[in-house]
């Protein structure tokens, strides 16, 4: 089965950093996203990591630890706009040879002025 | 179009009535997801199809759940005898076919409410 844990809510300033966590337990991982979803819109793809180390893009970096089973997103610089929720999706190995993103519940990030 | 489409984008249902959902994907795409978001949760697996086999239904909370993409490109999800507990986002993504990784893209959803 799958298990993704990752915080509820976090809060953070603008202009400052903030890392958004997320740990799981699964049987045959192969890969771990993270998507962003605005209030009332659609996930929309952020990053994607396979092996372990840190995938820098932007402004966004996301870094996975196979053996530990941990994952973050790095946001800096936020801006108001970064304010949505924080989708952290572990990728398994599904039947008909393919691979479905089991989802965690999300962590809601406020940024405030 | 560019993206997912959905239809339709809310739907509004009285107990124990059936309801049909739409979701026409990126053309290409060759696999396509349905997802049951609940207000406050990230998204659920439902069901996958790469092209018109369905290739994955564990997902489906119960039989009044059924999807289908007879023709390997436009895909229903229908809800028979909707109950309250029904009431979520339904979401649709696609995936063209994976080389390293592929990212799904999203639809905007269908928003059921079951009164």
């Known amino acids: 089965g799958q298990n993704i844990d990752q915080p509820t809510e976090m809060t953070a300033t603008e202009g400052a950093i903030v890392q958004i966590n997320c740990t799981y337990q699964?049987?045959?991982?192969?890969?771990l996203f993270w998507y962003q979803q605005h209030a009332g819109e659609a996930p929309t793809f952020l990053s994607y990591?396979?092996?372990?180390g840190l995938e820098e893009k932007g402004r966004f970096s996301s870094f996975l630890s196979r053996s530990k089973g941990y994952s973050y997103l790095l946001l800096k610089e936020l801006q108001m706009k970064d304010s949505a929720s924080y989708l952290c999706?572990?990728?398994?190995?599904?039947?008909?040879?393919?691979?479905?993103?089991?989802f965690g519940r999300g962590t809601s990030l406020i940024v405030h002025p | 179009g560019a993206g997912v489409s959905q239809s339709p984008r809310y739907k509004v249902a009285k107990r124990g009535q059936d309801v049909a959902l739409r979701c026409d994907p990126i053309s290409g795409h060759v696999s396509l997801f349905w997802y049951q978001q609940a207000l406050g949760q990230g998204p659920e697996f439902l069901t996958y199809f790469q092209n018109e086999a369905q290739l994955d239904k564990s997902g489906l909370p119960s039989d009044r759940f059924f999807a289908e993409r007879p023709e390997g490109s436009v895909s229903t999800l229908k809800i028979q005898r909707t109950q309250q507990e029904d009431s979520a986002v339904y979401l649709c993504?696609?995936?063209?076919?994976?080389?390293?990784?592929?990212?799904?893209?999203f639809g905007p959803g269908t928003r059921l409410t079951v009164l």
């Open positions: 993504a696609s995936r063209r076919p994976g080389t390293l990784y592929s990212e799904q893209f």
């Open positions: 699964t049987s045959g991982f192969n890969g």
């Open positions: 999706a572990v990728r398994r190995h599904a039947s008909g040879g393919s691979y479905i993103p089991t």
């Open positions: 990591n396979v092996l372990d």
